[in-house]
Structures are given as structure tokens and as C-alpha cells.
């Protein structure tokens, strides 16, 4: 901390205004709770006007949440804040001159894994708008999960090139990674604990000021910046271990033929002092934006770090390989689904594959990165005429999204539970095989979603994730 920086801090008073950068699942509901806070007097949130995403201004503006699904609160949130004149949406950068903190949350993919060659394009362009209207004594925090080391590099390079300040002497700098769920994104916002890292004492100091009004059951864990960036990085990459975990160990339950699930449920009764368990569930692979490169850039965080790693020569790292495990599901998925076919003297060419399920998560429109996607290019590279059913997703490009779950059905030879929507529970095997008018319907699901045996008893041909115990059962 330099004593610079605390004195402009302090003369400047505390956080009243704030601007938020990138309107989507973690930009949304943050905004509408910075607004709905009395510590704070206004909110701004920031959004390009363009084609694919200008929409947004106005539907926020108007009082409507653009994120569809089931996301309890946001959309009653916005209204109050709206109406109270204390959140707009604008597509003016000029007006981050008029704010005392800006966070920006905006996606930062890999364009290319193999090489660990990050897509900071998005990212570097916010950074850039914020830069040339930054100002003295503000705040600036990065919620995107980016590689260890970016905050005080890349992005501090890109704020003072535009902006001509210093960060940690004219200005506060700080990560502090959002970890939200879609579903209950009001709710992990407030209840989960907040990292809060900056470059500097005063830049983090700051940064708690910033997040602390919006926490109910949640603590602010302060740390350094790139302290912060591996904390992020590393816990999607544990969740994604023991997702990787439990789906090899559905694979091997399928090559031995028992049921996942009574093996899962009997390692999850092992409890008791120092016991520690923590088993998730199987499925048609993993989705979504975080999960699916946020090792990537932990990996990449340690390659381009100054330090000497020491490991086994010739290894891929156990967090690349869960990687690879769980980017293979869908593709298990297909090959569920040839052998299902086999079953009935049948080839994917030719067939008609219903695919039920398009979000990469249960009750959300969030189709970023899903799993579905190679699952049905592999149907569809296969000669398989391919429908797409779901109830939530409104677009997504180069696929059509079809509502009539009747239309996507009826006449199919397979039906693929890709999604755990919870209406795909309600569906029963009576009202499956009349649409379909086979005697015969292939389903496949991986997603745990129906039960094998009242399926089979009516006629289907059963594959499921993990069901060693049913794939191979007698067709009735």
C-alpha cells in the first residue's frame, strides 16, 4: 500500500456509485444487489448495443430480467431497484467517469486448450473502456475467472496505458471472483463467502468496502490478488475432479455390470469423525462456461509462472485428464446410442434421434458450452436426422430449438435425455412410445432421469450412464 493511495481513497469517501460491466448471469444479479443495498446510491449496469446482446438494455431497463429459467427473486429484484430509480442499463462507457468502483464480469474462454492459448479478447476490450475513462482515487475489480497472475499484469498494463494513472498509487485494483450457480444466483451472491484480492493493502481494503453490503450469511476472505485468481481457478477444478471421479468410476461400473448409483450411495454412507467422502453424481458430460476451461487457466497460471514445478516428466496433470474424462461423456453418450441401435438391428444413419435437454444445467436457459452440442454433431456426422427439445433455451446458434416436445418425439427411434429438466420427470413411458409409435424406443439417459425397469417392462431399449446393471437387459 502506498500512502498515496490511502489518502485518495479516504478523501474521496466511501463507495456511492458503481458500475458494472458484461449483463449477463454474474453481472445481472451482482448489479441488482449493489443497487438494492442503502450503502450505495446508484448503479450503472454496461452493455455493448449490439446485435447479439443489445436486447438487453432495453428489457432491463424495462424492468425485465433477460435470463430465462428459474432464477428465484432476480426478476422481482430488478423491478424494485428499477422503480426506484437506482439501477439502468446504458451502453455509454463515457459515463464509468462518474463512478467510484467498476466490476467487470465478462467471459473469458480458451480458444485453443491444447496450446493454453486463453480468448481474453472480450475481457481485454472492457478493460480498455474502463481504462479511458478511469479516474483518480477509483476502483476497478475483475470478477472474471481469469489466469493466476492477470490482474496484476495484463490487466493493471491495459488500465494504465489507457488511463495514464498507476494502479496501487492513483487508483485501487483488485480481483474478487463471483461464484455463482445459474438457478440461485441471488442467493450464492449473498450467502457464499467472498474472496476479495488486491495488488496492494489499500486496493483490498477497498474492495471489502465494496462487496460487504451485499453479503447476508457470507464472510469476506481477504488475499492477495493472485491468491484470489487460484482460489477461483482451483475450486472448478476440484469440482471438476470429482465430477471426472465419479463419471470413470459409472464407466467402469458399466464394464462390470452393476449399478452406479448402489455403489455411490454406499460409498456416501461411509460418515463419521475424519471422514471425508464427497461424491457427486455421474452424467452425459459437464457444460457451461466455468468448469469447462477454468483449468485451463490454472494450468496456464503455473506455466507462465516464474517458479520451477516439480512433477512427474511426461504426465498429463490429474486436472487435465479429469478434464478429458468428462469432455468424453458425450461421446460415451454416442456410443450408448450405437449400441442401443445394434439392439435392434438398427445404424445411427437414417434414425431419428430425439434430444431432450439443450442447457448444460437442470431449469436454466444457460446452453454455454453444453455437452449436447458434440453429442448431437456426432449424430448428426453419423447420417442421424436430430431434433432438439427444450423447454427453457430460446436460441442457440446453428441448432434449432424446438418447444413442441410432442414434434420432437413422435417418430423417433431414440430418445436422448440430455438435461435433468425437471418435466422430463413427469414423462412416463405410455405417453413416450405412443408419439414415438415404436414398438421398440430406444432411450438413453444420462441423467439418472427415469426408472429402467418401468421403461423396459413397456418395451424399451434401456442404456443409461452408469447402469452396468440394465444396458444389457432382455428386450421385452
Not at 453481472?27 to 447479439?52: E, V
Not at 442401443?340 to 438391428?345: G, S
Amino acid at each position: 500500500m502506498t500512502d498515496k493511495l490511502g489518502s485518495i481513497l479516504e478523501n474521496r469517501g466511501p463507495i456511492k456509485k458503481i458500475g458494472v460491466l458484461g449483463m449477463g448471469y454474474v453481472g445481472i444479479p451482482a448489479a441488482a444487489l449493489f443497487a438494492n443495498s442503502d450503502k450505495f446510491d446508484h448503479i450503472l449496469g454496461f452493455q455493448r448495443d449490439s446485435k447479439s446482446s443489445g436486447y438487453k438494455i432495453e428489457m432491463l431497463n424495462h424492468r425485465e430480467s433477460p435470463l430465462k429459467g428459474e432464477e428465484p427473486g432476480l426478476e422481482e429484484l430488478l423491478k424494485k431497484v428499477v422503480d426506484e430509480g437506482k439501477f439502468e442499463c446504458t451502453p455509454d462507457f463515457s459515463r464509468i467517469s462518474e463512478l467510484d468502483a467498476v466490476t467487470l464480469a465478462i467471459q473469458t474462454p480458451f480458444s485453443d486448450p491444447a496450446s493454453l492459448q486463453p480468448d481474453f479478447s472480450a475481457l481485454t476490450d472492457g478493460i480498455r473502456n474502463v481504462g479511458k475513462y478511469l479516474k483518480e482515487g477509483m476502483l476497478v475489480v475483475l470478477e472474471s475467472t481469469i489466469t493466476p497472475g492477470t490482474t496484476d499484469t495484463l490487466a493493471r498494463q491495459i488500465l494504465e496505458a489507457e488511463s495514464g494513472l498507476t494502479a496501487g498509487e492513483d487508483f485501487a485494483l483488485a480481483h474478487a471472483p463471483e461464484r455463482v450457480m445459474v438457478g440461485r444466483l441471488l442467493k450464492n451472491i449473498q450467502e457464499h463467502d467472498r474472496i476479495v484480492g488486491g495488488i496492494d493493502e489499500a486496493s483490498t481494503k477497498r474492495a471489502v468496502e465494496l462487496y460487504s453490503p451485499v453479503l447476508t450469511k457470507g464472510k469476506i476472505i481477504p488475499m492477495t490478488a493472485r491468491a484470489a485468481e487460484v482460489t477461483k481457478t482451483a475450486e472448478n477444478t476440484f469440482r471438476d475432479l470429482q465430477i471426472a471421479a465419479i463419471n470413470q468410476l459409472a464407466l467402469y461400473c458399466e464394464a462390470m455390470g452393476i449399478n452406479v448409483y448402489d455403489v455411490r450411495a454406499g460409498i456416501d454412507s461411509l460418515k463419521g469423525e475424519g471422514i471425508t467422502r464427497a461424491i457427486l453424481y455421474p452424467g452425459a458430460g459437464v457444460g457451461g462456461h466455468c468448469l469447462t476451461k477454468d483449468t485451463y487457466h490454472l494450468e496456464r497460471g503455473v506455466t507462465t509462472s516464474e517458479g520451477t514445478l516439480d512433477y512427474p516428466e511426461d504426465m498429463d496433470s490429474i486436472f487435465v485428464l479429469a478434464r478429458k474424462v468428462n469432455d468424453f461423456m458425450p461421446k460415451h453418450m454416442y456410443h450408448l446410442t450405437k449400441e442401443a441401435l445394434k439392439r435392434i438391428d438398427r445404424e445411427v444413419k437414417g434414425s431419428k434421434i430425439a434430444i431432450l435437454g439443450w442447457a448444460f444445467i437442470n431449469d436454466s436457459d444457460d446452453a454455454r458450452n453444453p455437452p449436447s452440442e458434440p453429442y448431437r454433431d456426432l449424430l448428426v456426422k453419423g447420417g442421424a436426422d436430430v431434433l432438439v427439445h427444450d423447454p427453457h433455451v430460446l436460441n442457440y446458434p446453428g441448432v434449432e430449438i424446438i418447444k413442441d416436445l410432442d414434434k420432437v418425439v413422435e417418430g423417433a427411434d431414440v430418445i436422448a435425455i440430455m438435461t435433468g429438466h425437471s418435466g422430463y420427470f413427469e414423462l412416463g413411458p405410455e405417453q413416450l412410445k405412443q408419439l414415438t409409435g415404436k414398438e421398440n424406443t430406444i432411450i438413453v439417459d444420462g441423467r439418472n432421469v427415469v426408472d429402467p425397469d418401468t421403461y423396459i417392462s413397456n418395451g424399451f431399449v434401456y442404456k443409461g450412464i452408469g447402469r452396468g446393471d440394465k444396458n444389457d437387459h432382455p428386450i421385452v
